[in-house]
């Protein structure tokens, strides 16, 4: 987790905060280095992340953004019960994660107070 002096982003989520999450993502993303299509394939899973997040978890949720080095990261975290079996295999939905593991690098740990995805890029995709 980051230290608040690199923070880029903190927000806490819920329905109301969706819209605004790819446009404060970006913004921040490419403030950070990002750019091109790396920029876009992050928005997009971040935003995969904390739809996922709102919609099936409990609060608190919690979206933060930062840069280590030549990488940019983002997790979501939130109150819910966990993911229980990676990414679906369904045709009519549920692809988020695997989105995200094709857009990113992701991290899913779950623990008795909930569950965090970590997602990571690096600056040089773009």
């Keep these: 987790m980051p230290v608040a002096n690199d923070l880029l982003l903190s927000l806490d989520l819920d329905q109301l905060a969706v819209p605004?999450?790819?446009?404060d993502v970006a913004e921040c993303a490419g403030a950070a280095g990002l750019s091109g299509v790396g920029l876009d394939?992050?928005?997009l899973a971040v935003h995969e992340a904390v739809t996922n997040a709102v919609r099936y978890a409990r609060s608190p949720r919690v979206l933060r953004l930062w840069r280590e080095g030549d990488r940019v990261l983002c997790e979501v975290?939130?109150?819910g019960p966990g993911i229980a079996s990676g990414p679906s295999r369904t045709p009519t939905g549920g692809r988020g994660l695997w989105l995200m593991h094709r857009l990113t690098t992701i991290v899913v740990s779950t623990a008795p107070e909930g569950t965090t995805v970590r997602l990571t890029v690096g600056l040089s995709r773009g």
């Design 20 to 23: 605004a999450v790819r446009r």
């Design 77 to 79: 975290s939130d109150g």
């Design 41 to 43: 394939d992050f928005v």
